[in-house]
């Protein structure tokens, strides 16, 4: 007579314990949604809902004074059409290129710098100043210092034998001169982004290459770089993002002047829409900056593999 095994019971209370956990969450869901719906609530009117109808009004012809006439692809093809939209992307894409260039190489080596030389908290504190006050102020400030003919810097420049630059008001220097403008005002911060992920990096590795007999410029591109990698793409993404929108700089020094060499693709949105009651050729002109940015970041994220750290 055969006899059947006893089958493996859990221990007592098993039961019991799961379902309290699963009731705890439950109970926890609650209090948990209340304490997003603030923001739930702030992302759906004040992003969500506007987006939705920016891509809506892209398909219309709109203006304050009247409602939304739809007109389906009529503003698209106008835009592949429209000289000033490619010079504005053109100059948008020069402002990108220089800004981050600069900004990227300045604020590595004030990281580094700050890594290396000093960690003080003043210093750091100095660092982001210019990055606390409000982009118009800077801007204000600049545009009188870049003046040509009472500017100090001009002043400086005559006081060592050199002619004066129109910085602002000549077609070669005015992209350059907001470049410069606005990675005087960032690049403290970038900096300091890039300190934090240079924290990041145990100190044993510099440790063993110093053994090794690796040289500071060896140690920063074998060592350094590779394991900032996922700090420098989101510091790229933010910035490059972030250069995309330049607006404020351009409205406060050269109104996207002389001729169209600083007019760049935000403020020319701003001109179609405010300036010309062109809303709908203007939520257009969004929607493909929009797909641009999200084009520029998808980049990113995969060639410079964001999700992958040489830590691990």
């Known amino acids: 007579?055969?006899?059947?095994?006893?089958?493996?019971?859990?221990?007592?209370?098993?039961?019991?314990?799961?379902?309290?956990?699963?009731?705890?969450?439950?109970?926890?869901?609650?209090?948990?949604?209340?304490?997003?719906?603030?923001?739930?609530?702030?992302?759906?009117?004040?992003?969500?809902?506007?987006?939705?109808?920016?891509?809506?009004?892209?398909?219309?012809?709109?203006?304050?004074?009247?409602?939304?006439?739809?007109?389906?692809?009529?503003?698209?093809?106008?835009?592949?059409?429209?000289?000033?939209?490619?010079?504005?992307?053109?100059?948008?894409?020069e402002y990108v290129v220089i800004n981050i260039g600069?900004?990227?190489?300045?604020?590595?080596?004030?990281?580094?710098?700050?890594?290396?030389?000093?960690?003080?908290?003043?210093?750091?504190?100095?660092?982001?100043?210019?990055?606390?006050?409000?982009?118009?102020?800077?801007?204000?400030?600049?545009?009188?210092?870049?003046?040509?003919?009472?500017?100090?810097?001009?002043?400086?420049?005559?006081?060592?034998?050199?002619?004066?630059?129109?910085?602002?008001?000549?077609?070669?220097?005015?992209?350059?001169?907001?470049?410069?403008?606005?990675?005087?005002?960032?690049?403290?911060?970038?900096?300091?982004l890039i300190f934090a992920g240079l924290q990041t990096i145990p100190a044993t590795i510099y440790e063993a290459a110093a053994v090794d007999g690796s040289s500071e410029w060896r140690t920063f591109w074998r060592i350094t770089m590779p394991l900032l990698r996922p700090v420098m793409v989101l510091v790229l993404v933010l910035t490059i993002i972030g250069s995309f929108q330049i607006f404020d700089t351009v409205a406060v020094t050269t109104k996207g002047g002389p001729v169209n060499a600083s007019r760049v693709l935000q403020y020319y949105i701003y001109e179609q829409a405010f300036g010309r009651s062109h809303f709908g050729y203007g939520a257009a002109l969004s929607a493909v900056l929009f797909l641009i940015l999200a084009g520029v970041a998808f980049a990113q994220l995969k060639l410079l593999r964001a999700g992958e750290s040489d830590l691990a």
């Open 1 to 93: 007579m055969s006899t059947v095994p006893d089958v493996a019971r859990p221990p007592a209370g098993t039961k019991s314990k799961a379902g309290r956990s699963r009731r705890s969450s439950v109970g926890e869901l609650g209090p948990a949604l209340v304490f997003i719906a603030p923001a739930t609530l702030g992302f759906a009117v004040f992003f969500l809902w506007p987006t939705i109808r920016g891509l809506y009004l892209s398909f219309t012809d709109y203006s304050l004074f009247g409602s939304p006439t739809f007109t389906g692809l009529d503003n698209y093809r106008q835009l592949v059409q429209d000289e000033v939209f490619w010079n504005a992307l053109k100059v948008t894409v």
């Open 102 to 192: 600069l900004q990227t190489i300045i604020a590595l080596a004030l990281a580094n710098l700050m890594y290396r030389v000093t960690k003080s908290a003043f210093v750091r504190g100095a660092l982001m100043l210019p990055y606390l006050i409000a982009n118009v102020v800077v801007a204000l400030v600049w545009l009188w210092m870049l003046d040509f003919q009472i500017g100090i810097v001009n002043q400086m420049l005559e006081w060592v034998g050199i002619d004066k630059v129109a910085w602002l008001g000549s077609e070669e220097w005015a992209i350059p001169s907001i470049a410069f403008i606005n990675v005087w005002r960032h690049v403290g911060y970038t900096a300091l």
